[in-house]
């Protein structure tokens, strides 16, 4: 269990089981609200719009983290779910004329069964195996989306989607899309951040430590690595959907592989096991991504010469070099670091 | 009935160029149990290497050839020594990552020196011309593709069959820990294993490069000779070549005949599609280890 500052008990079962559990803790999460709230005001449309990116990131995050962090079924087709779920929503809405409150669940339902579909392999595959099925998934959103689908998705050239509307409340500028993006982040943060502690969630781990022991314990893995899947993919299909609806237009190539392999990265720097790894992960990744695009420009004008050739490498090579970086030196994460800082906050005056 | 015959030569070409970079998986994963995901980026770096040599520096070709051999031998060295050799031991995901990222390295480092035009090897290299057997027209540099990965694949088995370094290799693929104790170089096997690595993806890449064009769009090739190895069983050589025929054959099979009716994309989602339908039947590949895992 997670240590507590000295001089705290816990002396309820409801105390145990608070999230937040000192008035510190409550202090301090009351600012963070309203510095969330508020610092969007002042803030220009560019940095509104790289919280957005971020938020929509967090939110698919936390389905790589439960599926990775806390079931350890490796997937390197996030990307793929998030357009999965971001086609669904922009589907609904340009056929069907659906409110995006009512599409943007489905959209997660959506990329939840498709999950589901795909996770039906972990019947046979695991470990590194399964690698297989969830690169061949991005691959079949790929072809679903141009080939099969293409009367509908429009194939290559793409889909509009359309701007979230409630109550005849339109979502059209960056502030007001940055609170619904911010709201339902805290909302699915809160849903993960409780499941992990519930049966489920300990169900999960006991997975990723050991499935076979796992299954001797009566645990039925399948069920449990299928509720994995279609929870990370629900995330996963919320995400995108946000994503797709604040950009406007998608087509599958806002989808790369490159991005699965990203999400699963980034999962690692961010610190596997723990909801707040995958918020720093998120946080990390874009901002780096933004920086790496702020200096780029500039590198190519000292080194000139080389037809932009700088600006579309540097982000595959910062990306690839931190994240090695990362595996070597610090595996366990941002978020590692995180805990070893709380732990030394909590224990003040003292070092032990 | 010559469109078969031209659509099975080209299969079989694709097929084993598929077979050797699947073997470049199969061989790293058999010593050092990592998966290698990077032969995307390890080709591309091996074609722009190779194609360097003969163009950027204007070396005669049979010296091209050996210095881009010997600069993809230091390219795979270092891999080992600077990376990967840290991750031996860690969780799976680890080296995944790691050598995902490195593909994309490479693919960044190649863009960044290189640009991204497409590039081509010379005329006798390129642009070989097209045969006629029997009035089916086949692209000679197709015939020399499936002799010179068939003279690799026997080379490399009597590597491994005849020499000490092949043998100390086959030791460490068993027990990694009984290969310390019989006094082998374990680490130095692991380097070896990363050196032969990159020269069979160098012999892809100057086929793949003369088919192709060089570009850093070659990494397809790559993430066919993961799948292959897959498909095959991480474990086996003879899995490696069959799975890469099969997926070599089924891709220019169905991309002949098939892609009329089932839309043009169906040549690169078909080897995806028989890979997710594979592990549910046998997610080890046709002829991979099924590990007993205990508690």
Not at chain 1, 93 to 120: E, K, Q, R, S
Not at chain 1, 227 to 249: D, E, K, M, P, R
Not at chain 1, 281 to 287: E, G, K, P, T
Not at chain 1, 315 to 344: D, M
């Amino acid at each position: 269990m997670k240590g507590r500052p000295c001089g705290v008990f816990d002396v309820r079962y409801s105390q145990d089981k608070a999230i937040l559990r000192t008035k510190m803790h409550w202090a301090l999460f009351i600012l963070f609200l309203i510095f969330l709230f508020t610092i969007p005001l002042f803030l220009g449309g560019h940095v509104l719009s790289l919280g957005i990116i971020i938020g929509t990131t967090m939110i698919a995050m936390f389905g790589i983290q439960i599926m990775i962090g806390y079931t350890y079924q490796i997937t390197l087709g996030h990307a793929g779910f998030v357009g999965f779920g971001a086609y669904v929503s922009a589907l609904l809405m340009h056929h069907l004329g659906l409110n995006f409150f009512f599409a943007l669940p489905v959209a997660g339902l959506g990329a939840a069964l498709y999950g589901l579909i795909i996770g039906t392999s972990t019947v046979r595959c695991k470990g590194l195996y399964m690698v297989i099925p969830t690169i061949s998934a991005h691959f079949i959103f790929f072809y679903l989306v141009n080939e099969v689908f293409k009367k509908w998705t429009f194939g290559s050239e793409g889909i509009e989607c359309a701007t979230p509307v409630l109550f005849g409340f339109a979502f059209n500028t960056d502030l007001r899309y940055f609170y619904l993006v911010a709201v339902i982040t805290l909302i699915m943060g809160l849903l993960v951040k409780n499941l992990v502690r519930t049966k489920a969630g300990r169900a999960f781990v006991a997975i990723r430590d050991n499935d076979i022991a796992a299954e001797v314990m009566g645990i039925n893995i399948f069920r449990y690595k299928l509720l994995s899947f279609a929870i990370g993919n629900f995330c996963a299909g919320i995400g995108g959907a946000l994503w797709g609806h604040y950009v406007t237009y998608i087509n599958t190539e806002f989808f790369p592989i490159l991005d699965s392999v990203y999400y699963a990265a980034f999962c690692i720097v961010g610190g596997l096991g723990s909801i707040m790894g995958a918020v720093f992960a998120a946080v990390f990744w874009r901002i780096l991504g933004e920086g790496v695009n702020y200096i780029a420009p500039l590198l190519d004008n000292i080194l000139g010469g080389t037809a932009g050739n700088v600006v579309s490498s540097m982000g595959l090579i910062t990306f690839a070099v931190v994240t090695i970086l990362f595996l070597i030196f610090e595996p366990r994460g941002i978020a590692h670091r995180w805990e070893l800082f709380k732990q030394s906050y909590r224990l003040h005056p003292f070092n032990y | 009935m010559n469109t078969f015959i031209q659509l099975m030569i080209s299969g079989i070409a694709i097929g084993l160029i598929y077979a050797l970079a699947a073997l470049g998986v199969v061989i790293v994963y058999k010593s050092t149990k990592i998966l290698n995901l990077a032969p995307g980026g390890l080709l591309i770096i091996a074609a722009y290497l190779a194609w360097m040599f003969l163009i950027r520096l204007h070396f005669p070709v049979v010296l091209a050839i050996i210095a881009a051999a010997v600069a993809v031998a230091i390219v795979g060295w270092l891999f080992n020594r600077v990376i990967l050799q840290f991750l031996i031991g860690q969780p799976i995901l680890a080296p995944i990552i790691c050598t995902t990222m490195i593909w994309f390295l490479f693919r960044g480092l190649t863009f960044l020196f290189w640009g991204g035009n497409p590039r081509m090897f010379p005329a006798w290299l390129a642009g070989r011309p097209t045969v006629f057997l029997g009035g089916v027209g086949i692209p000679e540099i197709m015939i020399w593709c499936i002799v010179i990965c068939a003279l690799t694949i026997a080379a490399l088995m009597a590597y491994f069959k005849f020499t000490r370094s092949g043998l100390a290799m086959r030791v460490t693929a068993e027990e990694v820990i009984v290969a310390e104790n019989l006094g082998i170089r374990v680490l130095r096997v692991f380097s070896n294993t990363w050196v032969i690595c990159m020269l069979l993806f160098l012999i892809c890449a100057y086929f793949v490069g003369a088919i192709q064009g060089i570009s850093q769009d070659l990494d397809f090739v790559g993430v066919y000779g993961i799948i292959v190895a897959l498909l095959g069983g991480l474990e086996s050589f003879p899995g490696a070549i069959i799975a890469g025929l099969v997926i070599g054959l089924v891709q220019a099979l169905v991309g002949g005949y098939l892609a009329g009716v089932l839309g043009g994309g169906i040549a690169e989602t078909a080897p995806f599609i028989v890979m997710f339908f594979m592990s549910f039947w046998r997610p080890y590949g046709f002829f991979g280890l099924e590990r007993i895992e205990r508690i």
